[in-house]
């Protein structure tokens, strides 16, 4: 498995990307503990359902999405460590795939607390 993760580090694209990854991840849960005990007891986490209670979480919801990209990138990194020497096409796709997912989770959970506080 080692020599799979060296073809990931010598791709300058891939690893860019997951050591931006990794850094969103980390800034948005340092800014979820930063502001975790301002927030109130109820916060709209789930807004594609219908209007109403159905949309909140409790507080500990806010860290949902955060789980959801960390596991998306964990299994990104797996599977293009696993697929490179046959398509490394598809392993950069997966890792600005990771990339996306981890900004677009940064940019939804500190619109949701910069609305709240």
Do not use: C, H
């Not at 007891?41 to 960390?70: C, D, H, K, M, Y």
């Not at 599977?79 to 939804?108: D, G, Q, V």
């Amino acid at each position: 498995m080692r020599k799979y993760f060296k073809y990931l580090r010598q791709d300058r694209l891939i690893l860019r990307l997951n050591i931006i990854t990794a850094v969103l991840i980390t800034l948005t849960t340092f800014y979820i503990l930063i502001n975790y005990n301002k927030l109130p007891p109820l916060l709209p986490v789930f807004n594609q359902l219908p209007w109403g209670e159905e949309r909140l979480s409790t507080t500990a919801g806010i860290f949902i999405p955060e789980a959801i990209v960390a596991t998306i990138f964990i299994f990104n990194i797996f599977f293009s460590a696993a697929i490179y020497p046959f398509s490394p096409l598809i392993s950069r796709m997966l890792s600005i795939t990771s990339f996306l997912t981890a900004l677009l989770s940064f940019l939804f959970v500190v619109r949701t607390i910069t609305l709240i506080i």
